[in-house]
């Protein structure tokens, strides 16, 4: 992660995009990503392409550290101290994707102080799905299984998004997701293979509230979708918000006859003409309105940040007022010498 600013050894077409024109540069890196050519951080890019995944990365690393709240709710509650442990590594891994996104993001010219302020402001946007309660136990194996399934099928085509340090921290995040998502589902299996009846009530409770905010953790239907076609453009998106949705939905019906669920939705059925699973009818003023930040838990998550960050402003104080001493001892080091 530490290697996100290095130049890659120089391409031909790499020196040649810095030494022509604007207008000729553009057409060129147009021409280079539709090829499905990489971006590194030191190549001339558009500031429209610049400034979408300055959004859509710092939107993915909001959406990783909100993500920890949720869960962080249930470490002192966990049923056994496996599953606690597990449920700790998990949240770690979570701010480590913090950490990759925004570090990634950050090769990008902004500021990881800039990127914070605009979520604490409310300005920039996290993952809708974060706004909602973790209401019992098996709330938590539902995330793992829902949640960061949806979130791998969604990131697994980001491992060849154009832009080259958000592609590289993507194959690392995906393979931690897989993790993520098995324990959860393991979690769900124990309870409804040797739970009780009132433990298996539990789960079939948390898919019913989780099951539609998951799907629509994929953004709104393409012909809504603002930055949809352009990203796909530039190889930001391979697949689009309803193609992976629909691949999420496929993905899960099986599971859930393993897991021995019912999957909320009456017009859940099997469409041999389209070789997919139809399904029903998605509440997009719902999202719209969490998106907007009136969902059940926005307030909470935004100012469980804000006071996160206030808390840990001596900790930024201190490591700031020990580098300057060290930079201090280093010069006078040096003038001695
Ligand atoms: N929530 O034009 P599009 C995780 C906004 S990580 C809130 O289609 P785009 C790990 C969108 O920003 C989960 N806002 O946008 C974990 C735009 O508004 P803007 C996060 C949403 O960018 C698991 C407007 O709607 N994953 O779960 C949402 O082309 C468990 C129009 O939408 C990522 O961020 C939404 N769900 O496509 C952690 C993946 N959807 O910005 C803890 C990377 C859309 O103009 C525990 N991101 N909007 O104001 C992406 O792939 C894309 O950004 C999409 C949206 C697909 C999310």
Request: glycine share 8%; hydrophobic share 40%; net charge negative.
């Amino acid at each position: 992660m530490y290697t996100q600013a290095m130049d890659l050894a120089p391409q031909d077409e790499r020196l040649a995009l810095q030494a022509t024109g604007d207008a000729e540069r553009e057409a060129r890196f147009e021409a280079h990503v539709a090829a499905g050519g990489w971006v590194e951080p030191k190549d001339w890019m558009p500031d429209h392409y610049r400034r979408t995944l300055v959004r859509q990365i710092s939107q993915h690393a909001h959406s990783e550290i909100v993500g920890m709240l949720p869960e962080g709710n249930w470490v002192t509650r966990a049923p056994t101290l496996e599953r606690k442990t597990i449920l700790l590594a998990k949240i770690q891994d979570e701010a480590g994707h913090g950490l990759y996104l925004y570090a990634a993001a950050e090769t990008l010219g902004t500021s990881r102080d800039e990127m914070l302020a605009a979520l604490h402001s409310g300005q920039a946007k996290y993952s809708s799905i974060f706004n909602y309660p973790t209401l019992t136990w098996a709330d938590i194996g539902t995330i793992g299984w829902l949640v960061d399934g949806a979130a791998i099928m969604n990131q697994v085509p980001l491992t060849r998004c154009s832009y080259a340090p958000y592609a590289r921290a993507m194959v690392r995040v995906c393979r931690e997701e897989s993790f993520h998502q098995r324990q959860g589902f393991s979690s769900l299996l124990t309870m409804m293979k040797d739970g009780t009846g009132e433990q298996r009530a539990m789960v079939q409770d948390a898919v019913d509230r989780w099951w539609w905010p998951c799907l629509m953790m994929f953004g709104p239907p393409d012909g809504q979708s603002v930055h949809g076609a352009q990203s796909a453009r530039w190889g930001i998106k391979r697949v689009s918000n309803d193609e992976l949705r629909q691949k999420f939905v496929d993905a899960c019906v099986q599971q859930a006859e393993v897991l021995g669920v019912t999957l909320p939705d009456p017009d859940l059925k099997w469409n041999d003409a389209r070789g997919h699973w139809d399904f029903g009818a998605i509440d997009w003023s719902e999202f719209w309105r969490v998106v907007g930040g009136h969902g059940p838990c926005n307030r909470e998550r935004l100012a469980a940040r804000v006071k996160a960050w206030d808390d840990g402003a001596w900790v930024r104080e201190a490591a700031l007022a020990h580098a300057q001493k060290q930079a201090a001892r280093a010069a006078k080091t040096l003038e001695a010498a």
